[in-house]
């Protein structure tokens, strides 16, 4: 029984126009989609990338014909791999820095009487706003990625599919005459949301083969088996999206007669949710939690750098009293006191970099929190994080390049104490081996986007978006349950 | 006859359903907003104004003049604009601080203030995103089904059979919609305005006044579009379901589609060059200047210009980046005094040329924005003016001063202020006096009392109007364009 009212629906949904309009508007989208990554987006985006590899490369082979060099210089800039499915979330990754920074700041002359020494400093890891979109003037707009059909205008289809199927059937009566058949009410919602269900895959089911049939054509991108499988994860996302609009459509559509009624409180519901709290709460979340600014937070760390100056430098004079690092052969204390003052410096600036980049990074969090009052928000936020973009990417590129400054550090180490010339004496250039070193053996940044990573950053959102739709779908059975038929 | 039916619309609008959620979604949109902008407003007038008080402190540290060329530039701040609580616009992506040296003609603004540049990733909307969106929306729904519905429900037929013509009776539902969907509005917008003025941070003048008017106004033309493109389909199409799929799709491509898309073909069709062409000519003009100030000392058989005041002396911090130089010269011992006027003479020859060359390369980053992110923004921008909803955003920005062209203006007056600056300097001599590079004289800080000061001038009501009439008028023509097109589909009817 179910399946015959089932498949009445669908025949019913078929000859709409409305159908006809979301297979044309669906389809449309996606394959300007796929052809805008393809032939642009992601071409552009990918070369200049191996562009940026490249020269970081050859930049860190030009530092590596001496470790001393490489150890206190730095690996250089490392870059974030744009991610292949960017074009199922961009995640407004063409605005986020496409790299951090692994390099030394310029050092200072040094003149005492009877000295001088020529000082470099130590590198730290530095984020600065580097940005793949170099144009900010450019008008306000949305991507059209697969969250923004999927999780705009699906959404907005799944509520325009369903908010006269009941109190559509109420206005023309048809409903208790359904009703007066031997079905049960769940069994008639249930078909109601199978029909519309599956009515709505098609179009999204033509849009995303389309989509990924154009993506896979080009020679472009080559997506492997952890990818296809993310692809897949990605599809039962979205389909469990969809249901719960269907499930919100139906359950406000048992509770009207009047179908334009229930429209325009789908409708109300619509705007709040999906356009409303995703887009207001972040100027809100700025001014809740609060995060120093960036000239404050370089005008204190300034202040600490100096005070590290005045203690090594006017208080005891300690960094000129065992004569300078580059004196042949030095004294092991000039070298000791010249890195202690060289790290700790290196530290400070770590210090402070990292902190303030967390304290964001903390606030974009807790806005990400808020706007999960949205489930447009949960889905693109699980959508993106199995593709490898947004934000969340974004953060694990920097913990992946903070575990490789450790690495790198402990590379340096290693490599210094194999030579036995070396003085040992972390990190003042002089102190260490001045010996090549192999490029090959220069442990390389890398960052690998397992399947297994990805799905848990996307499990508390996919849990989320579950458990909304098991809600809504009981909420819906219990009130059609107790609704009046005419 | 007209005003019979009017009313007649008004009560059975104002009785409807759909007028009970339009008035909640008007309110709670607006009101909402606007509070929270108006918070927004609050926290980035303070930052502005710590920004303020900041600069003025660091230029009263001062000691000697060269360190407003490297290490103490001068800093610009941009009030925000009361009007961005309306529209947003530029006022947040483009920064609001700017570095002004004789060695640096500014081009871009920096961010003071809580400046978290990861925000960015969440998109803001504020009054005229509502209004773009979702008015437009609400107007479409209170319109699709004005004469469609009639005719379903017959009443058409009887409507008229009596003596009304069918021209009063369209122009009828077209004022008495219009007078129903402003009435809630016209109540949120006062409810808001209220609520913005009970900060004690926020106070209207009268050319605030007349721009708010002026956005509400632009924000109405806007409305009442959708509302005719509603009543126009309605006239075309004989079932109200099929009207109502017409207005989405319009709706769809207008608002969601166009705007969005422009953006991103104009991004791949014409993208911006690289900047390195550009940063090189520009590094030559340095060198060139670098070579100069050199032959002024190789002329003068001198090796370092302190040389014959304080030989083997050291005391200069030297920076240099694509588009700016800049030195500080700290002296502070001469031991012969004799020589201290070369060492003037040498500063005031190359301080005055570094300026020079500062607009040199001024000019090559100009020509550099002007062919590549601002020719981009523009062509974006008359682009998108396909769809009525960029044409209002774009008004509206203008008439809140948050557009990109106001942006333009504020960074033209800090290069104007910068020149100011620089005629400053060189009128006072003070590129070859002894203060600019010694503070050992005196301890005395500088007397800066002639030195010119920065305001911004808003721009004025006039030059607003002429820069926004042509998007108003797109707006105005698509209106009378819609209304006669319902007009005419409406005589040729079949009830």
Same mark, same amino acid.
């Given at each position: 029984m179910i399946w015959q009212i089932a498949k009445r629906e669908i025949l019913d949904n078929l000859t709409r126009f409305r159908f006809a309009f979301t297979v044309i508007l669906v389809m449309a989208l996606m394959v300007m989609n796929a052809i805008i990554f393809v032939s642009s987006s992601y071409q552009r985006r990918i070369s200049a990338y191996s562009q940026d590899t490249t020269d970081a490369i050859a930049s860190m082979k030009g530092r590596s014909t001496n470790l001393s060099e490489l150890g206190v210089k730095g690996p250089g800039s490392l870059y974030k791999q744009p991610s292949q499915l960017g074009f199922i979330a961009t995640g407004a990754d063409a605005s986020l820095p496409k790299r951090v920074v692994g390099n030394a700041e310029f050092g200072g002359n040094w003149r005492a009487p009877n000295f001088h020494y020529s000082s470099s400093n130590v590198w730290s890891l530095a984020y600065p706003q580097?940005?793949?979109?170099?144009?900010?003037?450019?008008p306000n707009f949305t991507e059209l990625d697969w969250t923004f059909v999927i999780g705009l205008v699906m959404s907005f289809m799944a509520v325009l599919f369903t908010y006269d199927a009941i109190s559509g059937e109420r206005e023309t009566g048809t409903l208790s005459l359904l009703m007066?058949?031997?079905?049960?009410r769940a069994t008639v919602l249930l078909a109601k949301f199978i029909g519309a269900f599956l009515t709505l895959m098609v179009p999204l089911l033509i849009g995303i083969l389309l989509n990924l049939m154009i993506i896979n054509v080009s020679e472009l991108v080559s997506l492997d088996g952890s990818e296809w499988t993310r692809i897949g994860i990605i599809f039962v996302i979205s389909a469990v999206y969809i249901s719960i609009f269907l499930w919100l459509g139906l359950f406000i559509s048992s509770q009207f007669s009047n179908s334009s009624s229930s429209l325009l409180v789908l409708l109300l519901i619509w705007v709040v949710f999906v356009v409303l709290i995703p887009n207001t709460v972040g100027v809100l979340a700025s001014s809740f939690q609060q995060v120093p600014s960036s000239s404050e937070v370089s005008r204190r760390k300034q202040a600490k750098l100096d005070e590290i100056d005045q203690r090594y430098? &006017?208080?005891?004079?300690r960094l000129f009293q065992f004569g300078s690092p580059s004196d042949d052969p030095p004294k092991i204390e000039a070298l000791q006191v010249w890195a202690g003052y060289l790290t700790e410096r290196a530290d400070v600036k770590s210090r402070f970099d990292d902190e303030h980049l967390n304290k964001q990074f903390a606030q974009v969090a807790f806005t990400q929190q808020i706007t999960r009052l949205s489930p447009a928000a949960i889905y693109k936020y699980a959508v993106e994080s199995l593709s490898g973009t947004g934000f969340a990417r974004h953060k694990r590129f920097v913990q992946h390049a903070r575990r490789y400054r450790q690495q790198f550090i402990d590379f340096i180490k290693s490599e210094d104490s194999?030579?036995? &010339?070396?003085?040992?004496?972390?990190?003042v250039k002089e102190g260490l081996s001045q010996k090549p070193v192999a490029f090959n053996s220069i442990p390389k940044f890398s960052e690998k986007l397992t399947l297994s990573i990805t799905f848990k950053g996307a499990l508390l959102d996919l849990t989320l978006l579950v458990l909304l739709s098991l809600f809504l779908f009981m909420a819906t059975v219990l009130a059609f349950m107790r609704s009046d038929v005419k | 006859m007209l005003w019979v039916i009017v009313r007649r619309e008004i009560t059975a609008n104002i009785l409807s359903f759909r007028f009970l959620m339009g008035l909640l979604i008007y309110f709670s949109l607006i009101v909402t907003n606007l509070f929270v902008l108006t918070r927004d407003y609050e926290d980035r007038l303070q930052s502005y104004q710590t920004a303020v008080r900041e600069n003025e402190d660091e230029v009263k540290q001062v000691k000697i003049y060269s360190e407003f060329g490297h290490s103490r530039k001068l800093k610009l701040d941009r009030k925000p604009k009361l009007l961005s609580i309306f529209n947003e616009g530029m006022e947040k992506r483009k920064g609001n601080t700017v570095t002004v040296a004789h060695g640096y003609v500014p081009a871009v603004a920096e961010h003071h203030g809580s400046d978290n540049p990861y925000l960015n990733i969440f998109s803001s909307i504020d009054f005229t995103v509502i209004f773009q969106v979702v008015m437009s929306l609400l107007a479409l729904l209170f319109a699709y089904d004005a004469i469609s519905r009639e005719k379903e429900a017959g009443t058409l037929r009887l409507a008229l059979s009596g003596t009304v013509s069918r021209p009063t009776l369209l122009l009828g539902k077209y004022i008495a919609g219009m007078v129903s969907i402003s009435l809630p509005l016209v109540a949120s917008f006062v409810a808001g305005l209220l609520m913005i003025q009970s900060s004690p941070y926020v106070s209207f003048d009268s050319s605030d006044w007349i721009r708010i008017s002026l956005i509400f106004l632009v924000s109405m033309l806007y409305v009442s579009l959708f509302f005719l493109i509603g009543l126009f389909l309605s006239a075309r199409t004989h079932r109200s379901s099929i009207t109502l799929m017409f207005a989405m799709c319009v709706w769809v491509i207008f608002v969601l589609i166009i705007p969005n898309l422009t953006v991103l073909l104009v991004e791949h069709a014409s993208p911006i060059q690289s900047e390195n062409p550009y940063k090189e000519q520009a590094d030559e003009l340095w060198g060139e200047f670098g070579a100069k100030a050199g032959d002024y000392l190789k002329e003068r058989a001198v090796?370092?210009?302190w040389e014959p005041a304080n030989p083997g002396g050291l005391g200069v911090l030297e920076s240099r980046t694509a588009y700016g130089s800049g030195e500080t010269v700290s002296l502070s011992r001469f031991r012969n005094e004799d020589g201290v006027p070369f060492v003037q003479g040498y500063y005031g020859f190359k301080e005055n040329l570094r300026a020079q060359y500062a607009d040199k390369v001024w000019q090559i980053r100009k020509a550099y924005l002007d062919e590549n992110p601002n020719r981009q923004s523009l062509l974006a921008l008359n682009i998108s003016r396909i769809s009525p909803t960029a044409v209002y955003y774009n008004a509206a920005a203008i008439l809140a001063e948050t557009d990109l062209g106001s942006f333009q203006q504020f960074m033209e007056q800090t290069r104007q202020y910068r020149r100011e600056w620089v005629e400053y300097l060189r009128d006072e001599k003070i590129f070859s006096s002894r203060r600019w590079f010694t503070?050992?004289?005196?301890?005395?800080?500088?007397?800066?009392?002639g030195m010119p000061r920065f305001k911004e001038r808003s721009e004025s009501m006039g030059s607003s109007l002429q820069r926004a009439v042509p998007d108003i008028m797109i707006l105005a023509v698509l209106n009378i364009l819609f209304f006669m097109g319902a007009f005419v589909s409406f005589l040729r009817y079949d009830i």
């Open positions: 580097d940005p793949f979109r170099k144009n900010d003037t450019l007066s058949h031997s079905v049960s430098f &006017e208080t005891d004079r194999a030579d036995k &010339e070396s003085y040992h004496v972390y990190f | 090796d370092l210009p503070g050992k004289d005196s301890q005395e800080p500088l007397d800066l009392s």
